[in-house]
């Protein structure tokens, strides 16, 4: 409970797990897709990030993947759902829950923005080999293990309710 009106927002200065997501992507040739970040210490991960307010799941994958490497994703399934408290190679303290998902990208062609400083399009086999932070060497892991044998992201949304709504609660 957020201590305000149903529907609103938590208060930002609350402390508070973060809702991400990140996406372990396959392109044509079935290599996967790692990028270097600085904010898990150089080490190599995937492209994700925070879930913004209203977002679901499935816009914010696309979004952060596209702002990331201006890739679009298509079989989007869900891999496994992880919890980082402090982890000690995230460069700042902080509680995520990591919702990650393995999707296929039709193309190679990487634009990396500012958040990665290098991407590599590798075999599954070669990615175990390269220095990965935590949460990407179990999702490289879970993959490795089932592959797309996982379910389509299609999560029913829930909504609460709105003000526009009279009170009513929102259609899922």
Known sequence: MNGGPPGARPDPGRTYPLATVGALIVGPDARVLLIRTH??????????????????LLEAVHREVREETGLSLSDVRWGPVQEA???????R??????????????????TLNDEAQAYAWCTPAEAATYDL???TRR???HFRSHGFATSALRAPRLRGRTPDAGGETGSP
């Open 85 to 91: 408290v402090s982890h000690p190679e995230f460069h």
């Open 93 to 110: 303290d902080a509680h995520f829950i990591l919702v990650n998902v393995v999707a296929r990208a039709s193309t190679s062609a990487v």
């Open 139 to 141: 999702l490289l892991e």
């Open 133 to 135: 932070n935590e949460p």
């Open 39 to 56: 904010k898990w210490g150089d080490r190599w991960g995937v492209p994700g990030g925070k879930v913004d307010w209203g977002e679901s």
